[in-house]
């Protein structure tokens, strides 16, 4: 069993920054491309952030040179980072990891609960 579980959301006002943080747990052999979507009302999810094992990053357009992912291999975990926040980024943000649970299986993607991002005065 695979948990991927989020930290970091909140209330924050423009121009304001804060950091999420997902760490995945349990039968873990290894993760690929780890990555963070967001889902605003009435729109579709979105990919904002993905880095792979080897550090490659790829951000939305809209997103870069403010936000930043990161991640900890030794630990499992993921980061991101959101400096200069607007209030179009308002949105619950979602964790996700390509992982490989045992040795030989197929990669998987997996998802953790999501967490509330409001940008607002």
């Known amino acids: 069993q695979v948990q991927l579980v989020e930290s970091g959301g909140g209330l924050v006002q423009p121009g304001g920054s804060l950091r999420l943080s997902c760490a995945a747990s349990?039968?873990?052999?290894?993760?690929?491309?780890m990555g963070w979507y967001r889902q605003a009302p009435g729109k579709q999810r979105e990919l904002v952030a993905a880095?792979?094992?080897?550090?490659?990053?790829s951000y939305l357009a809209s997103v870069k040179g403010r936000f930043t992912i990161s991640r900890d291999n030794a630990k499992n975990t993921v980061y991101l980072q959101m400096d200069s926040l607007k209030p179009e980024d308002t949105a619950v943000y979602y964790c996700?990891?390509?992982?490989?649970?045992?040795?030989?299986?197929?990669?998987?993607?997996?998802w953790g609960q999501g967490t509330q991002v409001t940008v607002s005065s």
């Open positions: 996700n990891a390509n992982i490989q649970v045992q040795y030989g299986s197929d990669y998987g993607d997996y």
């Open positions: 349990g039968s873990i052999f290894s993760i690929n491309v």
């Open positions: 880095i792979t094992r080897l550090g490659n990053r």
